[in-house]
């Protein structure tokens, strides 16, 4: 259970990247092998992993720097699939070495929800927390992926419902790239992903708690007014 205690108030949002996919300006990677194919056509970044075994990320480096408060959404399409299991969507908070990431996808059924934060091999992970109870997703309409970070605290949604609320201590930390991920089998494209850096500040406001403890705090003081 989390007990926040603290609102935040948005003092500015500045978008420090916006990609529509008009162009390849930002030199995405192209692919065109055996296993993997990716393409900038007609306003969407279409991405086949068509491997057997191996999953597929396409990163791009942020301006966001270790601790800062952001929004990263995106909206991503599913075009084809050889099964229901196959994970794609977002990768997150992790360098140029690529030795520790978090991932945020949904299954290919649209019935799972999936965060991560892993070793690349997938050998060893520090936390994971899988959804198996989602409202209804179209698989045939457009998903979109938000990660809100405000505070210690990271929200995750899906077409604009909460899936998940975590301390930012589970998760990698150095929030430089972002990312596509994408498991064999499945085909995906994106005409949308846009990282907007957020300035805050914490609200001073009377949790439940603290509300409870100054009336404790009054009544004493009554108390010993009673007895001077």
Same mark, same amino acid.
Do not use: C
């Given at each position: 259970?989390?007990?926040?205690?603290?609102?935040?108030?948005?003092?500015?949002?500045?978008?420090?990247?916006?990609?529509?996919?008009?162009?390849?300006?930002?030199?995405?990677?192209?692919?065109?092998?055996?296993?993997?194919?990716?393409?900038?056509?007609?306003?969407?970044?279409?991405? /086949?992993?068509?491997?057997? +075994?191996?999953? %597929?990320?396409?990163?791009?480096?942020?301006? *966001? &720097? !270790?601790?800062?408060? @952001?929004?990263?959404?995106?909206?991503?399409?599913?075009?084809?699939?050889?099964?229901?299991?196959?994970?794609?969507?977002?990768?997150?908070?992790?360098?140029?070495?690529?030795?520790?990431?978090?991932?945020?996808?949904?299954?290919?059924?649209?019935?799972?929800?999936?965060?991560?934060?892993?070793?690349?091999?997938? /050998?060893?992970?520090?936390? +994971?927390?899988? %959804?198996?109870?989602?409202?209804?997703?179209? *698989? &045939? !309409?457009?998903?979109? @992926?938000?990660?809100?970070?405000?505070?210690?605290?990271?929200?995750?949604?899906?077409?604009?419902?909460?899936?998940?609320?975590?301390?930012?201590?589970?998760?990698?930390?150095?929030?430089?790239?972002?990312?596509?991920?994408?498991?064999?089998?499945?085909?995906?494209?994106?005409?949308?992903?846009?990282?907007?850096?957020?300035?805050?500040?914490?609200?001073?406001?009377?949790?439940?708690?603290?509300?409870?403890?100054?009336?404790?705090?009054?009544?004493?003081?009554?108390?010993?007014?009673?007895?001077?």
């Amino acid at each position: 259970m989390h007990i926040l205690t603290e609102l935040f108030q948005i003092v500015n949002r500045q978008s420090i990247l916006l990609e529509n996919f008009s162009n390849n300006n930002r030199k995405w990677e192209i692919v065109d092998i055996e296993t993997e194919k990716t393409i900038i056509k007609e306003g969407y970044y279409h991405m /086949h992993n068509t491997s057997t +075994r191996r999953w %597929n990320y396409y990163k791009m480096k942020t301006a *966001l &720097k !270790k601790g800062q408060d @952001f929004i990263i959404e995106t909206i991503i399409e599913l075009n084809k699939k050889e099964d229901n299991y196959g994970h794609f969507g977002l990768l997150w908070g992790f360098d140029n070495q690529i030795d520790y990431l978090n991932r945020f996808t949904l299954s290919a059924d649209g019935k799972r929800a999936l965060i991560m934060h892993f070793e690349k091999d997938h /050998h060893k992970i520090y936390h +994971r927390f899988q %959804n198996r109870k989602l409202p209804f997703i179209n *698989l &045939k !309409k457009p998903i979109q @992926f938000s990660i809100i970070k405000l505070g210690e605290y990271l929200h995750f949604f899906i077409n604009q419902r909460k899936i998940y609320l975590a301390h930012e201590s589970l998760f990698a930390n150095d929030n430089s790239y972002i990312g596509y991920y994408i498991e064999p089998g499945l085909s995906i494209k994106s005409n949308y992903l846009e990282v907007k850096k957020l300035s805050s500040r914490a609200l001073d406001v009377v949790t439940g708690i603290q509300q409870l403890m100054s009336e404790v705090k009054h009544n004493n003081g009554m108390k010993n007014n009673i007895f001077k």
